[in-house]
């Protein structure tokens, strides 16, 4: 329930074909006069895993917001995550519902108010895309600063500053899905996504690669000092900043594992439509779209196994105590 892109011959510009468990014949570049058959993934499985998410991520955002003792910069920002991942399951279930409903003739719609109708789902997806990878990088930010400016922490990270980044977020999030599908047909906006996806990425893991050195240096420092107090106070403390960084490693590279398989897709959309393992590789497709569904799976079980404290309250909120 994305788009996907497909090279033109006659314009030599993009068109736009919508991917739809009823439609499951994808086009190539029509210059070379071949189709494929996607391979097919029971609409049921979608479904299931769409419910699945979108419960979980809904208690992963009633118990932030019911701890207090969660209410931090992180949490904020697992939160805005966690409605991020929200987004592809409800995108995939009003979707669903308004096809069945089409299919059964409770609605009835022409073609262009359809389009605009597939364009919402669509802006969605891409919202959610940008969305997660932002707050990823937000969160990755906070870790970097918690751990090394941990005394100035509270002035830097302070509640107004948050509010501006999330609101910065999801606005910047909302103009770049219009933006997407406004522009759908341009070849630049596969690439823009596509760079965006990357520097990201790398953005995140150099952050990464500087924090887990630059801590275990400081535990090894610490370690060799020989006054108790300090060993009590900042071991302590240094664990449990890199407890919050291992946890968001994890994060990244769920989301890495996930999303990684859909952005080969787009790139070789642009390098190598026509060559038979490219095609080979967009038949697969809709396993890509599974894996996508899945990291919003994945997410909250991670929250609650790495934070003894959300899982406590998620314990809570199920047990209605």
């Not at 895993?49 to 991520?57: I, R, Y």
């Not at 630059?214 to 900043?241: D, E, K, W, Y």
């Not at 779209?289 to 934070?307: E, G, H, K, M, T």
């Amino acid at each position: 329930y994305v788009k996907v892109w497909t090279e033109s011959a006659v314009h030599g510009n993009l068109i736009v074909r919508r991917i739809s468990s009823t439609d499951k014949r994808h086009q190539i570049p029509s210059h070379s006069n071949q189709t494929f058959i996607s391979v097919h993934v029971p609409e049921e499985i979608f479904l299931a895993l769409c419910l699945f998410t979108l419960v979980e991520n809904i208690l992963v955002v009633v118990a932030i917001l019911k701890n207090h003792n969660l209410h931090s910069p992180m949490y904020y920002f697992l939160c805005c995550l966690a409605v991020s991942d929200m987004l592809v399951s409800i995108s995939h279930l009003m979707e669903s519902m308004y096809m069945f409903l089409r299919n059964y003739g409770v609605i009835v719609v022409d073609g262009k108010t359809e389009i605009q109708v597939d364009n919402i789902f669509d802006m969605m997806i891409c919202c959610s895309v940008v969305s997660s990878l932002s707050f990823l990088a937000a969160i990755a930010v906070d870790r970097y600063i918690t751990i090394f400016y941990a005394l100035r922490y509270h002035n830097i990270m302070t509640h107004r500053r948050v509010l501006i980044v999330i609101s910065g977020i999801w606005l910047f999030s909302t103009v770049c899905s219009v933006l997407f599908i406004i522009y759908s047909e341009k070849k630049e906006v596969i690439l823009c996504l596509i760079v965006f996806f990357v520097l990201m990425m790398v953005l995140m893991v150099a952050l990464y690669i500087h924090m887990f050195a630059l801590a275990r240096r400081h535990a090894r420092s610490i370690t060799t000092l020989q006054m108790g107090t300090m060993r009590r106070v900042m071991v302590p403390h240094s664990r449990v900043n890199m407890k919050g960084a291992v946890t968001l490693s994890i994060l990244l590279g769920i989301f890495f594992v996930c999303w990684g398989p859909f952005f080969l897709h787009l790139t070789l959309i642009l390098s190598c439509p026509k060559h038979i393992l490219c095609i080979n590789y967009f038949k697969f497709f809709n396993f890509y779209i599974i894996l996508i569904i899945c990291n919003s799976v994945i997410d909250p079980i991670i929250y609650a196994f790495r934070s003894r404290e959300l899982r406590k309250t998620l314990r809570d909120i199920l047990l209605c105590s």
